[in-house]
């Protein structure tokens, strides 16, 4: 399974970005995506994640900002960033775990950059 992240660059506070990670390859269910981050500095992080059913958590630090979803037909994941902070700069990673197996993929890394 091959993870492929995309839609990082420059946002300002208050705007919004959409993050999109598409897999391929052979794709097992059930799996859950989700999404890390890596700020400077810091250990990576578990920020949000969505099951192939649909049910999803989030991290205190984006509930209610972040809405993370996903396209099964599509194979394709996607995590939406409104109001973000200058806090949520960081290297955001995709990251897919295909249940009761040891197979755990991850995608490069997309930087997103929150100006004030």
């Known amino acids: 399974v091959q993870l492929q992240a995309s839609g990082g660059g420059l946002v300002q506070t208050g705007g919004s970005l959409t993050l999109s990670c598409v897999a391929s390859?052979?794709?097992?269910?059930?799996?859950?995506m989700r999404w890390y981050r890596q700020a400077p500095g810091k250990q990576r992080e578990l920020i949000a994640g969505?099951?192939?059913?649909?049910?999803?958590n989030y991290a205190d630090s984006v509930k209610g900002r972040f809405t993370v979803s996903r396209d099964n037909r599509k194979n394709t994941g996607y995590l939406q960033m409104n109001s973000p902070e200058p806090e949520d700069t960081a290297v955001y990673y995709c990251?897919?775990?295909?249940?009761?197996?040891?197979?755990?993929?991850w995608g490069q890394g997309t930087l997103v950059t929150v100006s004030s």
């Open positions: 390859g052979s794709i097992r269910s059930p799996n859950s």
């Open positions: 969505i099951n192939s059913s649909g049910i999803t």
């Open positions: 990251n897919m775990l295909i249940w009761g197996t040891r197979f755990n993929y």
